[in-house]
């Protein structure tokens, strides 16, 4: 990456703070930057931004997909580093953007461009090798491995080592790469598979009797929480940018 | 209402014994996937490879077809191409008239599946017999497969029995082995007076004409050896280039499938019986169906073809799992089947097959030949959309959805109200609503609107400290376009989406397992699938153990085959055994039929799979190692190979020879006749032995015995 300090970090990134985390969980923005501002590094939140069109490329509407991430491009364009804290807008960004314009070669190249600069937030974190979280994490914890950074970015290191650096007990989940059910607009359109995957994927984590089950995804996180709160599970859920930034900072999500 | 499918899923998931099982089966599957491609040397270029020979073979499928029919009618195979499943059957049928066939055997075969040839082979008067166990049972039970690999996994013992109760034998026990022997006893008086046989295609090896069966019950060997007619079915996916991908291919396929190195038989059938051969069926028809499968060559679809039915991806989706086979209505279900369903039979019957995933990837993951569903269940959505095929409402929020996403102004707009909305809907009542927000509620409390975005958090922070957003975004300085290329081609790479990254297909030859000693290896390795291999070190030790081992067997006759590194015959007639030898002026499938034990050479031994390799010809009846409960194979250690690759070179000398010296079919044996389709649970000698034993034959022995 280009405009890099002394020590092998950015100046400053750009964070794309993803429509559900805009709307549903903005703590997770905040502890996002809280992280990043911890590594002296400016954030960047063009306030254009609203979403990746994944919802609409999933669901076979790859036109609107294109005509959403258009209007964005000149908002991501420059050569700072994009940070995603969410491996399924991060994929999006990545691999699916790139492919979105084969007739419009200037669109095209913005496109290719962009996506060379798109990374997860955990991978960054490793990338620029912050250790110092300046936060533990008291009790067990669990990571569930969000399908699209494991399989759409090829990722299942980085989360783990940054849980490594604040979790006082790291345990594996069983079966922590199972989808939990979440799906995007699966999960409403087949409601009962989705909410027994879900079921499994919850009692996975009570099993191990964990405190926290750290997602990396909001999308996952949507669906976890609601599946938590029904069964009034005593599990608590948090996105990898929570957990990382720890107890009583910025992002901490209310009444935990 | 709930859709087809949900209606469907509802019922598999209140089905506990189906639960119980898909449990059991799919985890069981997965797990021994995990474990089966550690016995290889560099696992993922293995599947690199494999996925390179199947790319490669659609690149140039017309080619590739043309030498496999040349070479098929050249062997004297009848080849038939049907474009739809009625004129499929009509040949089926002019067949089996044209021979005034009565019963039909048949092996497991999704194309028949297909065309629902059952139906019209019973309509004409003709009975057709499932042979593989599972699908005997779903014959039985008026069922269809449940999955690729292990259609009857739906099905609980007690089930089963019940049904065996009902449809064959009153007083059918409830174990597994017992039942077992039952179908093997009913099932082995249709084989021996079936008039044809009909099998599936596995592999159709284009440069040699052989059509490959992977089994492991021994009744693919059966129905394409024993009636006079042997018709085989596939569509044009089955082919591949050479009898050395072919082998590749076999690496991967029974790992993905079941676990095991190799299946039990491994079946390459080259033409009909030669003039010379004891057994083995007079004529044999290739039956191409297209059933819909052209439309998609050159489409972003054709890389469904790639599959090798193993599967490995349904056993690895978390909806499969949890819903099913029976679920997709369809012959091929899970992640593959949500591609071909639509692609078969068109986007109007089951064009709600793709949206049923939560795009996971586990199923490309799993999947040995890297096929790219997840991109294709996407494509396949588009499709949908493109013709207009979904819901006029889904089409019309996903439309507004997108406008509002780009007036950012409308978005925040919108929250706002929708957070204010919010706060007066809870689950209970949203459970009732219909739409997305009820089926939300069904299982899960709603999600909040916050009452802050983090957009609106944002500017609030901006404002309590120094704003220094946009200013310095605009300081861009453009990437050099070799760098924009080179970030282009690692964005494009990572579109592969699979936990363990992109894999390059290797150049050259694949690594392979270092054996050092072969007979020590085949001898570990045999044990494993069967039976403590023995080693002899005199000419007395061998004739002792044979005369053991037919001495189990005392009041049965025994059959001999030709040509044995040791010449055994003498010694079973000295001490008073029948001895049944191969006959070339007529059928003794009878005479061997009532042998306890048969007894074999062994033309070449694989080491690292502890497989014995038999060709046919004469004085080397198929049936030998097929009808009796024991097979005896004596294995001269100098024809032990390394790998199951050593073999390449061998079958093309046999297979691409001239007619005339070639043999009509050569079996890779691999452990006795298997199944575990009656609840999971693992029988030995479903059609085929039950016991394989192996005497290694030292050189020094075979020298001094001749
Ligand atoms: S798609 Fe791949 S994993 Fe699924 S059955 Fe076919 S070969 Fe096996």
């Not at chain 2, 506990?16 to 016995?39: M, V, W, Y």
């Not at chain 2, 659609?58 to 070479?71: G, P």
Request: aromatic share 6%.
């Amino acid at each position: 990456m280009a405009i890099e300090s002394p020590d092998n970090r950015p100046k400053r990134v750009l964070f794309f703070a993803t429509c559900l985390v805009d709307q549903f969980f903005p703590e997770v923005g905040e502890a996002t930057v809280h992280l990043l501002e911890k590594a002296d590094i400016e954030v960047i939140f063009p306030e254009g931004l609203t979403c990746c069109g994944l919802p609409h490329f999933n669901n076979g509407f790859r036109g609107e997909a294109r005509k959403t991430l258009e209007t964005q491009l000149h908002l991501l364009e420059g050569d700072i580093p994009i940070i995603a804290p969410s491996g399924s807008c991060g994929w999006m960004l990545k691999c699916v953007l790139p492919t979105l314009f084969p007739d419009d070669p200037w669109a095209r190249e913005k496109a290719a461009q962009i996506a060379g600069r798109v990374i997860e937030l955990s991978q960054f974190l490793c990338q620029i090798e912050m250790r110092e979280f300046g936060s533990t994490l008291p009790g067990k914890t669990v990571y569930h491995d969000s399908c699209h950074l494991l399989r759409g970015l090829g990722e299942n290191q980085t989360p783990r080592q940054c849980l490594d650096h604040v979790a006082e007990n790291r345990e594996e989940l069983p079966n922590s790469d199972r989808c939990c059910g979440f799906g995007g607009s699966f999960c409403v359109k087949f409601p009962e598979v989705s909410c027994a995957m879900l079921e499994d994927k919850i009692k996975s984590a009570e099993e191990v009797d964990a405190t926290w089950l750290v997602a990396a995804d909001a999308g996952c996180m949507l669906n976890i929480a609601g599946g938590l709160s029904r069964r009034k599970s005593k599990i608590k859920l948090l996105h990898i940018a929570q957990a990382l930034a720890g107890p009583h900072n910025p992002g901490w999500p209310e009444g935990y | 209402m709930s859709s087809p499918f949900n209606q469907r899923a509802n019922s598999a998931l209140v089905n506990i014994p189906l639960q119980d099982a898909l449990q059991a089966a799919t985890g069981k599957f997965a797990n021994q996937r995990a474990h089966a491609f550690e016995s290889t040397a560099a696992p993922l270029a293995l599947r690199a490879k494999a996925r390179e020979i199947r790319r490669k073979t659609f690149d140039e499928i017309d080619k590739h077809l043309e030498t496999l029919f040349t070479n098929l009618q050249n062997l004297g195979v009848h080849v038939h191409s049907a474009p739809d499943a009625d004129s499929a059957k009509r040949i089926v049928l002019e067949i089996a008239r044209k021979h005034n066939v009565e019963t039909v055997v048949k092996s497991k075969s999704m194309a028949s599946e297909e065309i629902h040839l059952n139906q019209a082979l019973e309509a004409a008067g003709i009975t057709p017999y499932e042979t593989d166990l599972g699908e005997w049972i779903l014959q039985l039970a008026n069922e269809t497969p449940s999955h690729l690999v292990a259609p009857a996994i739906h099905k609980t013992l007690k089930q089963v029995q019940d049904l065996f109760r009902a449809k064959v034998d009153p007083n059918a026990g409830s174990d597994p082995q017992e039942l077992t022997s039952i179908a093997r006893e009913k099932l082995r008086t249709e084989f021996l007076r079936a008039g044809m046989g009909i099998s599936g295609v596995n592999f159709a090896v284009a440069e040699s004409g052989t059509l490959c069966l992977v089994t492991n019950e021994g009744n693919g060997r059966l129905v394409t050896t024993l009636p006079k007619v042997h018709v085989a079915i596939m569509g044009f996916e089955k082919v591949v280039p050479t009898l050395r991908d072919t082998l590749t291919l076999l690496s991967v396929l029974p790992r993905s499938a079941t676990g095991q190195k190799l299946t039990s038989y491994f079946t390459m059938l080259t033409g009909p019986r030669r003039e010379n051969e004891a057994d083995g069926p007079d004529e044999v028809h290739l039956l191409l169906l297209d059933g819909g499968r052209s439309r998609h060559l050159g489409t972003p679809f054709q890389e469904a073809f790639h599959c090798i039915r193993c599967g490995a991806c349904q056993n690895a989706c978390p909806v499969f799992q949890t819903v099913g086979g029976h679920t997709y209505d369809s012959v091929y279900g899970g992640p593959i089947g949500s591609i071909l369903s639509p692609m078969l039979r068109g986007l109007e019957v089951s064009g709600e097959l793709p949206a049923a995933s939560s795009l996971c990837g586990a199923c490309m993951d799993a999947c040995p030949v890297f096929v790219d569903i997840p991109r294709m269940l996407l494509e396949m959505r588009e499709a949908r959309t493109v013709k207009k095929n979904n819901a006029l409402m889904e089409r019309f929020s996903f439309r507004m959805l997108g406008m509002v996403m780009r007036k950012p102004f409308v978005w925040e707009t919108g929250f706002k109200l929708g957070s204010v909305f919010s706060r007066f809907l809870n689950a209970k009542v949203a459970a009732w609503l219909p739409g997305p927000l009820g089926a939300w509620a069904q299982g899960r409390e709603l999600p909040r609107i916050a009452k802050k975005s983090f957009r609106t958090r944002w500017r609030e922070k901006k404002r309590r400290g120094v704003d220094s957003s946009s200013a310095a975004n605009g300081v861009s300085q453009a990437d050099s376009p070799d760098a924009i290329i080179e970030k282009t081609h690692h964005a494009l790479e990572l579109a592969h989406g699979l936990s363990h990254g992109h894999i390059d297909c290797p150049d050259g030859p694949l690594p392979e397992i270092n054996v050092p000693d072969t007979v020590v290896r085949f001898a570990t390795e045999f044990e494993a699938v069967a039976n403590p291999a023995l080693q002899p070190s005199s000419i007395d030790d061998i004739r002792e153990y044979v005369l053991n081992m037919a001495a189990k067997w005392k009041e049965y006759p025994v059959a001999i085959s030709d040509g044995l590194p040791v010449e055994v015959a003498g010694w079973l007639m000295e001490e008073g055994f029948d001895v049944i030898s191969p006959s070339i002026d007529g059928d003794n499938r009878d005479a061997i039929a009532r042998c306890g034990i048969g007894i074999t050479g062994c033309d070449w031994a694989i080491a690292e799979t502890g497989s014995i390799v038999l060709r046919s010809g004469p004085g080397h009846p198929r049936l030998h190692s097929l009808l009796p409960e024991t097979h005896l194979a004596l294995v001269p250690a100098n024809n032990i190979l390394p790998h199951i690759s050593s073999l390449g070179p061998e079958l093309e000398s046999i297979f691409k020879q001239e007619e005339g010296h070639s043999a009509s079919c050569v079996n890779i044996i691999t452990g006795p006749s298997r199944s575990a389709d009656i609840a999971l649970t693992l029988i030995k000698g479903v059609h085929g032995p039950r016991d394989v034993f192996a005497i290694i034959v030292p050189d020094v022995l075979i020298a001094r015995s001749q």
